[in-house]
């Protein structure tokens, strides 16, 4: 009775898991079937409970089947991407993690647990046809490749500002890879496209892709193709560095591509060649590469998230985008920007924007940068009914902070900067300028301090 119900209370708490778990025997008999997997794999339980495994599973053989693959070896098989067809005939994609069951000396049977990833992958596949198709249009060529701002486009009077345009320009005549790193929402690819069209690649497909929004199982096959029957349900498709030849390929927010995977793109930067998923064939691309980071590169290389090889390859043209607090006389330029963007756009009709509105607007801090500057004025704008932006038109956590209110604090970035920057000072001079010894002092490495001290413009002296 006891173990009735204790089986009873097993079965309870597999069913809760919100994962697919399939358990066969050491025949490859489903001696366990949870309801997630019968609904990723498009079956009834009753259908492949007590049942073997290939009997159910027509598409899978012993050498395709993980389960059965774990109990002939007696090995673990973590995160294996997998796409096999049911007994409906129905193309299910997942990736799964596939474990022995060992009973004293012998293999008892095996245990997988799966993600379902049929939907995240037809997604890509119709980002990558809809990328192709917009690539391979002639009707109109100058709108399909992508990048739509010129350096016109960057509003700007602060002199910081002005110096990475410059230096902009110059990385828009060369085919060097570039680094570009800001906070989020400074304007990061406003600033690549802007190269990519005052580049001699104008005219060739610009290709844009945050690695942070790809599952690591189709980062590969994304970025460099698929070759037909090289998985159940594959297609000759190409990757984004085929769509990208002849132009620019901005990949963002690189660090959160796995640090594994960051070899075969160092790899194909070296050669230039790529081989799709499951083909043997090279293609030789000529593929313009920038990339961009919202983490300070040098932390990301501490922490382990970005290769340093990878980083050395890619900084040929390093620019750093400044957040909007260190813009210098930005602001209010940027707040008549908008307003008169969506004026036109919201058909509005507003001429003036009150003084309080400019006040409250500078003690924000600002964490989204333009981004956020840009959302906050829509939403007076869609607020405002006459031809003046008022104080009550601007959001509420904008307005949630009296304009009489004072106060000796100041935002914890700028505090943070400040103490640097007085630290790297202090030791540099405590080291007679020895950059080496300075570093050892702060318990940083060479590299970041050298980073730090071009940040703040700290010179030796």
Not at 151 to 161: A, F, N, P, Q
Not at 172 to 187: L, V
Not at 231 to 259: K, N, Y
Not at 263 to 274: A, F, P, Y
Request: hydrophobic letters at 40%; proline letters at 3%.
């Amino acid at each position: 009775m006891e173990n009735f119900e204790t089986k009873q209370m097993l079965e309870a708490i597999l069913s809760s898991i919100d994962e697919a778990i399939h358990v066969v025997n050491a025949d490859g008999v489903t001696i366990y079937y949870n309801q997630v997997a019968a609904h990723h794999d498009g079956v009834e339980i009753e259908e492949v409970l007590g049942k073997y495994l290939l009997d159910v599973f027509p598409s899978l053989t012993r050498h395709t089947s993980t389960l059965l693959k774990v109990i002939e070896t007696g090995k673990a098989i973590y995160q294996q991407p997998q796409t096999y067809k049911n007994i409906k005939g129905q193309l299910i994609d997942t990736i799964n993690t596939t474990l022995p069951i060992i009973v004293g000396n012998k293999i008892a049977g095996a245990v997988e647990i799966g993600k379902d990833l049929s939907k995240v992958r037809q997604l890509s596949q119709k980002l990558l046809e809809l990328q192709e198709k917009v690539n391979q249009s002639k009707i109109k060529p100058k709108l399909n490749i992508g990048a739509k701002y010129q350096w016109e486009d960057i509003v700007t009077d602060s002199h910081h500002m002005k110096q990475v345009i410059a230096l902009g320009k110059k990385a828009a005549t060369s085919s060097s890879p570039i680094i570009i790193y800001g906070e989020t929402g400074t304007g990061k690819e406003l600033l690549v496209q802007s190269i990519h069209n005052s580049s001699s690649r104008k005219n060739g497909p610009f290709i844009a892709q945050n690695c942070s929004s790809l599952p690591d199982s189709l980062l590969e096959s994304i970025l460099f193709g698929t070759k037909k029957g090289s998985f159940t349900g594959s297609v000759d498709r190409a990757g984004l560095f085929e769509l990208a030849h002849g132009g620019t390929l901005f990949l963002d927010e690189i660090q959160a591509m796995p640090i594994d995977f960051q070899t075969k793109l160092l790899r194909v930067l070296e050669d230039g060649v790529i081989r799709r998923v499951g083909g043997t064939e090279a293609y030789v691309v000529n593929v313009r590469m920038v990339v961009a980071m919202n983490e300070d590169p040098y932390a990301c290389m501490e922490k382990q998230l970005l290769r340093s090889d990878l980083f050395y390859r890619l900084n040929v043209f390093y620019l750093e985008v400044p957040p909007l607090r260190s813009r210098e006389n930005d602001l209010e330029l940027l707040i008549h920007h908008f307003v008169n963007k969506y004026n036109e756009s919201l058909h509005k009709q507003v001429v003036t924007v009150a003084q309080q509105v400019l006040d409250q607007l500078k003690m924000h801090h600002w964490p989204g940068n333009v981004r956020e500057l840009e959302h906050v004025i829509e939403y007076a704008m869609n607020m405002t009914e006459g031809n003046m932006m008022t104080q009550e038109h601007l959001p509420a956590f904008i307005k949630k902070r009296p304009l009489n209110e004072k106060t000796t604090l100041k935002p914890l970035r700028i505090t943070v900067e400040r103490t640097e920057q007085a630290l790297i000072r202090q030791a540099l001079q405590v080291a007679n300028g020895n950059v080496q010894k300075a570093a050892a002092i702060l318990e940083i490495p060479r590299q970041t301090l050298q980073y730090k001290m071009k940040k703040y413009r700290i010179q030796l002296k």
